[in-house]
């Protein structure tokens, strides 16, 4: 299979693999044509995985050669078989939330419930998947920091920023998780600041529960994020008009595919070269790299200085490319 393959289907098919009689060595296992294409480092990590989270237990003693082959002590157990009963709680909650079919709200997470049911055939073709990374470091900070928000207490947390190479303490009152471009966000007030920052999971070396007083927050968090692009919020940014002209050539795109749900076309100003779009929002670092993504088909009119921003920006790529 193909670098990059879903952890579930890797981890089922070296549960098949474990199931064999005969054993398979380190290498046969890297080396089979439906296993990915991970380091031998990272296959010793799944095996552990299937050994102290899925209650796996392997032979002892086989060799062939000098070199250890690893089945299961009883070759008749497999983690699908828990994972049987999981899917009968998955299709019983699959029931329940299609009452509320239509609802964005409730429909992402009966999407990732029917790929968990019915999304993969027997032998690990995926037949729906989502941008998601599931091999990114930080994911196994998400269920601590979840109970922390639902229970109300604070966290000391372990940090290291882009910008430093050393860690820094910080005690945290965790409000609200957020995925975002296949990262994870915490958004948390820290102690000693007055305003909500997001610290991306993947940043985070360790969190510890803290035995003290919860700072709650009145943050509406779907207000939050209806004035931005991503996760970036600036408490002192106001919300601004942002004023493009799209290329005929990708407005219809744009028009399935909205940059923020404020988009309107000002069509008494469309022409020839283009339509002409407005947004309301705050301008952050999100919204700038996902206007430059669409490089020449979007042309930035308004505000004036975010325009010379780009111009400046630019500029900067034709002296580096020396065009």
């Not at 552990?48 to 250890?68: N, P, T, V």
């Not at 947390?157 to 471009?181: C, D, G, V």
């Not at 510890?208 to 968090?221: A, G, N, Q, R």
Request: hydrophobic content about 35%; overall charge negative; some cysteine.
């Amino acid at each position: 299979m193909h670098e990059g393959q879903d952890k579930i289907a890797r981890l089922k098919r070296l549960d098949q693999l474990l199931r064999s009689p005969e054993g398979h060595t380190l290498n046969e296992i890297l080396a089979d044509e439906q296993m990915d294409l991970i380091s031998k480092r990272l296959l010793q990590d799944n095996l552990k995985e299937l050994q102290e989270k899925h209650g796996a237990e392997f032979a002892e003693g086989l060799c062939r050669g000098r070199e250890k082959l690893w089945r299961y002590k009883d070759t008749s157990f497999s983690i699908m078989q828990q994972a049987s009963l999981d899917m009968e709680i998955i299709r019983k909650s699959i029931e329940s939330l299609g009452v509320f079919k239509g609802d964005p709200r409730y429909d992402m997470l009966r999407f990732y419930l029917i790929e968990l049911e019915n999304g993969m055939s027997d032998n690990g073709v995926k037949f729906m998947s989502f941008d998601d990374n599931s091999e990114a470091q930080g994911h196994e900070f998400i269920e601590d920091i979840l109970n922390a928000i639902v229970h109300k207490y604070p966290l000391k947390m372990w940090y290291k920023p882009f910008t430093s190479a050393e860690e820094i303490k910080r005690n945290i009152h965790p409000y609200h998780l957020r995925q975002y471009n296949r990262r994870w966000y915490v958004f948390a007030l820290s102690e000693g600041h007055d305003e909500i920052h997001n610290y991306p999971l993947d940043r985070i070396v360790k969190l510890e529960h803290l035995s003290k007083p919860y700072i709650e927050t009145d943050v509406d968090f779907d207000e939050y994020f209806e004035e931005i692009v991503g996760v970036t919020n600036y408490k002192k940014s106001s919300v601004e008009k942002v004023v493009l002209m799209v290329s005929n050539k990708s407005i219809d795109y744009i028009r399935t595919k909205p940059l923020h749900w404020s988009q309107t076309e000002l069509k008494d100003y469309t022409n020839d070269n283009g339509t002409i779009i407005q947004l309301k929002l705050k301008v952050n670092i999100e919204l700038k790299m996902l206007l430059f993504s669409y490089s020449d088909a979007i042309e930035v009119l308004e505000p004036a200085w975010l325009r010379d921003f780009f111009a400046r920006r630019i500029k900067n790529m034709r002296d580096i490319y020396k065009v």
